[in-house]
């Protein structure tokens, strides 16, 4: 579980995430939502360490980020997963040497074992054998994010970020890289948040959805409150398209 | 005051590079591999540029001194220490600033705006000591052997010269390398090349490393790399020049 409290952060003299508090629990797809430019990925990025907050705290079961030191910081890292908007994968290394990367990185298992640990967590998102000797740049952006997923989940991590794990798919890709993530939440046990602006996934696999407008905490709930809420931010973004209207006169 | 700011975050990044890697495994590994990108690969254009200042440092030598009163030899001894104190050193690290510097800040500021370091760091390795630690010791441990080896070319160019034209005689030439050679200005060349194997490295590292943006802003960090390499080289060129010589 990640507790979020009273989490501000600025970039020099602009304050960009105002006392945001939020609890991500463990075994559900928590997911931050928000329009471009509203503070959602700084919000990922602070809690992941990747930015120095100003003020608030971020627990990782009960470890606080701000207090670690960097030692303690990348030794926490170890237990993190992440799925990046653009995949960010190793452009000089097959799909089957990213995945083996973090093993190689970390385990004290012997290469026979990495090995089939990375195949284990390959074929686990689908991929096939086919595909293992691949440069990143020699497969489909789909492809690229189940891989993405596989280095993520190699070390067994307690804790996966995916920001925009979405963007960029087509809509049925989509739908199957949530499901995935699902999955493997809940197989896992892992505490999971997605940083995303798509919708279908927000319905689709948000448990706990914490709603970010302005740098502020606007809303949270999950995804069947959040055809009753009556935050106007947040009906203002959700119900922007007119698909997502008639959903909601259907619902209600 | 910028300056400032670059010289500082400069140094913690070098402090980052400097520590013991989380897996000497994976470094044994990439080193190789550097030596083969920044070093072996780099001997084309350093036989190719060496080879030609030989053989026009000769014939310009020779022409500018055409007098009586010179030895024979005077152009030979001319070529041979110009090659040995200034150009296999100082203007061949230049050059290579341009094409080992670019590539690096590069190589590097590509994987910073894919987020491909943003991701080595979420695993907990540190980046910058995994990505730049093995390119900065291969450039360092190669530069000398390419350095020595831009000296022979050189002097080859020149002895091409005396076979080919009737510039400077066979003789004449290879009488005037070996006249009075003083081989401390081999260690004297080396020691400089070193350093600067050091900055091209580390500078292009660097700009790579916080290269943020796009397409533009790597081409951007590129540029500053080399800009910036060239002129540290040579102000330490000058720095070192009078400490060891004179």
Known sequence: ?252 | MNYLYQTGQYAMLMHKVFTKPDRWKMFWRQFPKEVEKLGLASLPIVIIISIFIGAILTIQTKLNTENPLLPTYSTGLVTRDTLLLEFSSTIMCLILAGKVGSNIASEIGTMRITEQIDAIEIMGVNSANYLILPKITAFIVMMPFLVIFSMAIGLVGGYLVGMFSDIITVADYLLGIQYAFVPYYIFYSVVKSLVFAFIISSVASYYGYFAYGGALDVGKASTNAVVNSSILILFFNLLITNLMLN
Not at chain 1, 42 to 50: D, P, Q, T
Not at chain 1, 138 to 164: H, T, W
Not at chain 1, 188 to 200: A, E, R
Request: hydrophobic share 40%.
């Open chain 1, 1 to 252: 579980m990640i507790e979020v409290k009273n989490l501000n952060k600025s970039f020099d003299e602009n304050q960009v995430l105002f006392d945001i508090s939020g609890v991500f629990e463990n075994g559900k797809c928590n997911m931050i939502i928000g329009a471009s430019g509203s503070g959602k990925t700084v919000l990922m990025k602070s809690i992941i360490g990747l930015h120095r907050i100003d003020s608030g705290s971020i627990e990782y079961d009960g470890r606080n980020l701000p207090d670690m030191q960097m030692k303690e910081i990348r030794k926490l890292r170890r237990e993190v997963g992440m799925l990046f908007q653009g995949s960010a994968l190793f452009d000089s290394l097959t799909v089957m040497e990213n995945v083996m990367y973090p093993l190689e990185m970390f385990s004290s298992e012997t290469k026979a074992e990495m090995e089939k640990r990375a195949i284990f967590c390959l074929e686990r998102v689908d991929l096939t054998n086919k595909a293992f000797d691949l440069f990143p740049s020699e497969i489909s952006g789909g492809m690229q994010k189940r891989v993405a997923i596989a280095r993520a989940i190699a070390l067994n991590p307690k804790y996966l970020f995916c920001d925009e794990p979405n963007s960029g798919l087509d809509p049925k890709t989509a739908l199957i890289i949530d499901k995935l993530i699902q999955e493997i939440t809940q197989e896992y046990n892992i505490t999971t948040i997605i940083n995303s602006h798509d919708m279908n996934s927000v319905m689709e696999i948000g448990d706990y959805i914490l709603f970010i407008n302005k740098g502020r905490k606007a809303w949270e709930g999950n995804n069947k409150m959040i055809f009753n809420s009556d935050v106007q931010e947040l009906n203002d973004f959700v119900f922007a398209s007119e698909l997502f209207k008639k959903v909601k006169e259907v619902n209600s």
